[in-house]
Structure formats: C-alpha cells, structure tokens
C-alpha cells in the first residue's frame, strides 16, 4: 500500500465519518465527558471525599448541583471524579486487550499450524466463559483496586479482537506484497509490525470503540457488587450501590450516575457503529482499498 | 309461626357460619417469617458465636437454665436453679424428668456431661470455651491430656455436680447461654463433623429443624411434645438476606413478619410505619477494632488520634438518626463496672494531627478495613473523619463468612463492629474477645499482662461490688490507657415486627421467639395462604 493511497483512504473515511450527524454528536458528548474529567481538580469546588455528614442527604441546589450523598459528599464532584475511573478503565482496559488480541490473533492467522490450533483454543475458552462471573473470580483473586480493574477487563476482553485480526492475516499472509517481503528477506517481526499492523489498524480502532462502553459497563457491575474499585473512591457503580438504600426517599442519588452510564455507554456505541462504516472500505467512493 | 321458624332457621345458619370461620381460623398454621444476615457457620452454638445462629439455634437445642425475656434467670431442663456449696466450687444439678430429644431420647445426666466434653475437645474447635474453662478438668482436655471432664460427677440420670477450680461468680450465668446448649449424645456421636448443619440438629427445644440448605433458609416445625407445654407457632421461617435493603423490601413486600432495622433507615421508617417500629438497647458496644500486629496500629499514639479524629456526637445524631449513646469507655453502660464519671471521648482533630506528627507521622498513613456490610455506612463515616487527620483508610466489605474467617486468621487491620455481652456482666463483653489469648484469635493481639489479671481476679472474686471495681479498672485501662480498640457508641437497636405478631420481646441482642405468637388470620392475608 503506498503513502499516498493509505492517506487518501483515510481521509476519506474522516470525510465520511464528518457526514455521519450521530457519530459527531458522540464525539463532542465524549470531548466534553473527557475535558471534565481531564480537568475535574479544576471544576470542582469539593473534594470527591470529604465527608460533611450533617449535610447528608441534602437535594439538588445550588450550593451542591446534584445534591449530597448519605455521608454528605457532593454527588456532582463524585460523579465527575467517577467519569475519570470509567474512561479510564474503558480506555486502558481495551488497549490492553488490543495489544494481546492483537499479538496472538496475528500469530495465529501468521504461523498457522500449531500455534494456530492453540490460541484458537484459547479463543474458544475465553470467549465462552460468562464475561462478568470470570471477571469477579479474577478481582476476588487480584483483590479490588483500579489497576487490578485495567487489568482483569483487559485480560478477559481480547478473544473478540483477536479472532477478528486472525482471520484478516489469513487471508492478507498471501497477498503479493508480504510474499515479495519474505522473498526480500523480510524477517517475520517485520512483516508483522510493519506490514500487517498497519492493515489492522481500522478494525482496532472499531473493536476499542466498541469495547470501551462494555468495559464502563463491567466496571459499573463490578463496583456496584463491591468488586471494582475500593470505598472511598468515587465511581458511578459503586455510587448506584450505595444510593438503592434510598432510592425512594432520595431518587436524585442514583439518577445522576445511572443517567452518566448510559450517555458514555451510548455515545461510545453511535461512535464505534460510525468509525466502523466509515472505516469500511466497501463504502468508500475511491472503490476498493 | 313461619317468622319463628325463620328465626330458628336464620340463627343456626349463624352459628353455623361462626363455628365454620372460626374452624378456618383454627386450621391455619401459624407461621412466623424472619429476615435475616447468614452467618455462615454451622447451627453448633459450640462452635459459633454469631447471635443470627443462636436465634436459630437456641429454639432447638436447649441449656439447662437461660435468661428469659426479662434478663431473668429460669431454670429449663432443670427443677430449680443449681444449689452451691458453702465454698463456691461445687454445684449440685436436678434434671426434670421426662424430658425428651426430638429423636425420642430421653434426656440424662450423661447427655450433660457428653456435652461439656465435647465442648473442651479441640476436635470441636469451640469458640466460647473460655466461659467454662473455670470447671475442673476442662484445661486438661483442652490440652489434650485428659477425655473424661473430672469436674463433673454424675450422680444418677437426673442429678449431677459439677465441680469448679476456683469460685466463679457467673458461672451460673455462663450456663444460661446458648454456649451452654445440651446436646443429645447419641445424635451427636453420630452425625460426627455434620453436627448443626442441614437437618442435623436434634434437642429438647420447642421447634426441630424441618428443613435446613446451609445457605438461604431454615425452617423450624413445632416440636409436638415439649417438655415446656404447648408451643405457640407451627413454623418458624428463617430466611437468609445477606443485603439489608433486599431484607426491608421483602419486609415491606410481606415475604418475612420480622427483620431488624439499620439505623440509617430508621426515620424513613418511622414515617412509614410508625406502629412497627420497636427500639431496644442491647447491652454491648459499637467500636472500631483495631489489629495490634499492625505497624502503625501498634503505636498507641496512632490509636488515640483515630479516637481524637471522631466525633461521635455527630455520628450518632446524623447516620444513626439518634439512635445510640456516644461512648465514654468500651463496657456498655448497662454493665457493672461501667464509670458514669468519664466523659464522652474527646473530639480534637488538631490534637490528633499534632500526635501523629509529634509519633513521626509526617505522610499520610494507610489502613485497609473489612467491614461486612451492615457496618459500610458507618466506617465509610470513620474514614472521612481519619482522612482529615491524615490516615487513610481504604475500605472492602466482604460477606459474613469471609469475615469471620479473615479474623480467626489475624489478617484484619481495622473493622468496625457492635460486640454485645450475652447478659450484662463484664466477663462477658471483655473475656471473650479481648482476652490475651482471645484477643489473638480474632485480630486484636492485645496482649496486656495488668489487663489479664485483672480479668483473672473478676472470674475469682464473688463479691459483686469487688467484680464490679475490677471491671471498672480493666476497661479504663482498656479504654482510656491503652486505646485497643475505639469505643464509638452504645447502640439502641430497632426491629421491624408486622402488627400480627403478638408477644415479642428482645431483651439482648438474640431474636428469641419462645413466647411470640402470630394472629394466623393477619397473617394469612398478608402471606396469601
């Protein structure tokens, strides 16, 4: 693939991608999401943990924009200190699965034989344990605690990508121009960094964009059961358990992070669907890739 | 003549209709429902020292005398209290005759001394063996020395003496626990390492276990023949809710007639029904306990500037909604031996800044609590008050089972936690948990040589007022000097009971259910039967 035709199809997909109204509202929702957890020591006027406890409980006002919580923290910082773990878990989580789904996709597509049959194996396993019941085993083993969240969602969440990358090596390993490489003298970790890497690219960035609001979801499941993140820390899971003790007499509480959840989630899907069309060389103009 | 006819008629169709509801009324079973925490552990009282397993427990197996609803003593299996001799170490013991074991044994004086055995034997890994330990022969077998309990002598099959090594003021009283269940020995011998789980449970109690899953339900049927009388419930329904908020809905949802009632919910409840809303003040103590092995804990400076940094007054009037007494020492107030000179523990979150600074405390310490979940809301209020002196305490809340297992292990730092004294008596809230061999037990590893004799001398003494000055130094000692563990608050407990169920009472903190009853009506309307 040369410079020039790689260049042109990607801003051909920006431009297609430009086009789609959906997928460019869940970009600004996401910038803005991102920006207020970027810049949440800035924005906020409390401390996500300072407890108040003779104004717990308080309703929304202006003094606490989404009212406090059942020790009298600010629900609003909290749900903003909340955004930076679930981006990051979703982020973080879903790179980690790329990087393994990745390296073991391209070396089962690349090698074949052997190796192909093993990591298919492993594929099969993964991907046909329940997701949430073999990642509460592994936090109950690596014990709560956000990097052991990056690290179980990551662990768990690679098998999709990794059968999706074997299947395109198969059939990009006997196109002409890998076959010239190897003529050439092309080790195979060049072939696989240099030449196969680049033709993935697309499909990574669908299958993160894609994974991220499945990772937030995790997270939220986990935190809500007590497995993700440790008390005090603020995330919108473990702020959905604590609030269902007073979701009637105080609904404000868990309103706020479960509406949060759902507008990150949503956003990431329109975003993933949209990179994905716009990333399909099918229905690029310029024909095919 | 047709109207007197009519009369006559219209009068038995009403008699008739009266006796047949009333029929109806009679036919229904009385069934009571009660909501509560799984402790996880086996219905052995000998083994568990969890009161949510005694409240199943204590309704099939029985000690020979038990506190009634009043904090009274009565005697149960016996004719009358137990005759002491002269010198305090021996006491003479009548069983009623004609008391029989669900499975048709009649109860002897052999099933007593089968009982007390097996307590000491550390095959049974018994957790209350320290409220017996003053009868002569128990350390032996404790040991491992010794099978047969010396102290004990058997008369024929209704009387028995049971010998102490030294004069011990509660003792009587230590027998009137749910430690002090009699088991039937045959029963027992044969279900082995089974004993207490699923159906095997076998005593002279007023229920029998019906059925039992180890994880969501028991359900107790009335024992036809209890030697007491007429037992009042045919079936008592104890349903397993690890979640407190799960518990209140099915409480409100109808599925269960009695669950306590956290706290922090108490004002919501209250509004919502005020009429099934009852307080009752056990005599025990909510504190923070904390791991003396830890190397920050060890250091008695950080331990008292965890006290400085609480404010319990506030606690107590903002998550609690008031329902508790802010703690001035850790023996609850009810207890002789409690000062009622000392004042509510300091509140000066300077000074314990400056503490931990003068201790070399210059960066934030970290802790890490396991709580069970019922104590969340309040150590999660602890943390934000230890988190402006500069400790910070990072928080997991495990199940019940977890729980008590990480603490036998020694592998909990700080938890919080309400220990309540089975009757008001200072041998009973301090020995078993602060003891020095107790306290290593249960991730306290207090180990104070003054603390312990005094303890000692509370069990020799029978002179309550001395007792009562021993128990006076001991928790001051505790409390005051040594900061073991924080002392937050006395706690008034409340419980939800549905208007149908009649006669219930909570004098500590066991759900007893001996003489309550239910309007089998109410109650059928509100179950659907």
């Known amino acids: 693939m040369s410079a020039e035709k790689k260049k042109s199809y990607y801003s051909e997909s920006f431009r297609l991608f430009r086009k789609n109204r959906v997928a460019m509202v869940s970009v600004i929702v996401l910038l803005l999401l991102s920006a207020l957890a970027l810049l949440a020591p800035v924005i906020c006027r ?70 192909d049959d093993v990591i298919s194996f492993l594929i099969q396993v993964f991907s046909s344990f329940p997701f949430l019941l073999f990642a509460m085993a592994l936090m109950n083993v690596l014990g709560p605690g956000l990097l052991n969240l990056y690290l179980s969602l990551g662990i768990l969440s690679w098998a999709g990508t990794a059968r999706l990358i074997r299947g395109t090596v198969m059939q990009l390993k006997n196109q002409e121009y890998i076959q010239a490489c190897k003529t050439d003298g092309g080790g195979n970790l060049r072939i696989i960094l240099k030449h196969l890497l680049p033709n993935c690219v697309p499909m990574l960035i669908v299958s993160i964009t894609l994974g991220i609001p499945s990772a937030i979801l995790s997270e939220a499941s986990l935190s809500y059961l007590g497995l993700g993140v440790q008390i005090p820390t603020a995330s919108w899971g473990s702020m959905i358990s604590e609030s269902q003790t007073y979701i009637r007499t105080h609904t404000y509480y868990s309103l706020f992070p479960g509406l949060l959840i759902i507008i990150t989630v949503m956003a990431f899907n329109m975003l993933g669907d949209g990179l994905r069309d716009a990333l399909d060389p099918k229905l690029h103009s310029g024909g095919s890739l | 003549m047709n109207k007197k006819l009519a009369l006559a008629l219209s009068l038995v169709l009403t008699i008739a209709l009266l006796l047949s509801s009333a029929a109806v009324a009679e036919d229904l079973p009385k069934v009571l429902y009660f909501g509560q925490a799984y402790a996880g552990t086996a219905l052995d009282m000998q083994i568990s020292t969890n009161s949510g397993t005694a409240s199943i427990a204590d309704l099939v197996t029985e000690s020979l005398i038990r506190f009634d609803d009043n904090n009274e003593l009565q005697p149960i299996l016996l004719t009358k209290l137990p005759d002491v001799s002269e010198d305090g170490l021996v006491y003479s013991f009548e069983l009623k005759e004609g008391v029989y074991f669900t499975d048709g044994t009649e109860l002897h004086s052999s099933d ?99 059925e039992n899953d180890d994880s969501t339900e028991v359900v107790l049927i009335k024992n036809e023949n209890y030697h007491g009388g007429e037992v009042l419930l045919d079936e008592i329904h104890f349903i397993y809710y690890d979640n407190a908020d799960t518990k209140l809905l099915a409480y409100e949802n109808g599925d269960i007639d009695v669950s306590d009632l956290p706290a922090s919910q108490l004002l919501q409840y209250q509004s919502l029904y005020p009429d099934e809303v009852h307080p009752y003040n056990p005599p025990g103590t909510y504190f923070v306990h904390l791991n003396l092995k830890n190397e920050y804990l060890a250091d008695i400076n950080v331990r008292k500037a965890i006290s400085l940094a609480i404010n319990r007054e506030e606690l107590i009037d903002t998550i609690l909604n008031g329902s508790g007494i802010p703690a001035t020492s850790f023996l609850n107030y009810k207890i002789p031996g409690h000062d009622d000179s000392l004042g509510v523990y300091e509140y000066d979150p300077d000074q314990a800044r400056q503490l931990l600074a003068d201790a070399g405390y210059t960066e934030p310490i970290t802790l890490n609590a396991e709580v069970r979940e019922g104590d969340a809301l309040t150590i999660t209020a602890v943390q934000g008050y230890l988190q402006e002196v500069g400790i910070n305490l990072n928080i997991s809340i ?22 309540n004294a089975l009757f008001p008596d200072g041998d009973s809230q301090f020995y078993t948990y602060f003891y020095s061999t107790a306290a290593a037990g249960r991730s306290v590893f207090y180990a104070s040589e003054e603390f312990d004799q005094l303890l000692d001398n509370g069990r020799l003494n029978t002179n309550e007022d001395e007792r009562a000055e021993l128990y006076r130094q001991a928790d001051y000692l505790f409390s005051r000097e040594d900061y073991v563990a924080i002392p937050l608050y006395y706690p008034q407990n409340n419980y939800l009971a549905k208007p149908h169920v009649i006669g219930f009472e909570l004098p500590n903190l066991i759900f007893h259910f001996w003489n309550t009853d239910v309007d089998a009506a109410a109650s059928a309307a509100v179950h659907g039967n």
């Open chain 1, 46 to 115: 409390y401390d996500p943990n300072l407890q108040s406890l003779r104004d717990r409980l308080q309703t929304p006002s202006a003094e606490h924009w989404f009212g406090t919580d059942e020790v009298g923290r600010d629900i609003f910082t909290r749900c903003i200190y909340g955004c930076r773990i679930s981006l990051s878990v979703g982020i973080v989580s879903q790179l980690i699965a790329s990087v393994i789904g990745y390296l073991l996709g391209v070396s089962a597509g690349y090698f074949g034989g052997k190796v």
């Open chain 2, 398 to 419: 495990v199940d019940s089972a977890t729980w008590t297992s990480d603490r036998s292990a020694g592998n909990i730092e700080v938890t919080s936690l309400s220990w």
């Open chain 2, 112 to 210: 007593v001394k089968f009982t007390l055995e097996r307590l000491f034997n550390p095959d049974t890994h018994a957790g209350s063996t320290s409220f017996f330990t003053m009868i002569e022969g128990s350390t032996a077998i404790l040991k491992g020395e010794a099978t047969e309990l010396s102290g004990f002598e058997t008369v024929d099959d209704y009387h028995f003496n049971i010998t102490l090594e030294f004069p011990f003021a509660p003792f009587v009283k230590n027998m009137a626990t749910s430690y002090a269940d009699i088991f039937p020995e045959k029963a027992t011998t044969e279900a082995g390492k089974q004993w207490g789980l699923s159906t095997n449970l076998i005593g002279t109690g007023p229920y029998k276990v019906k």
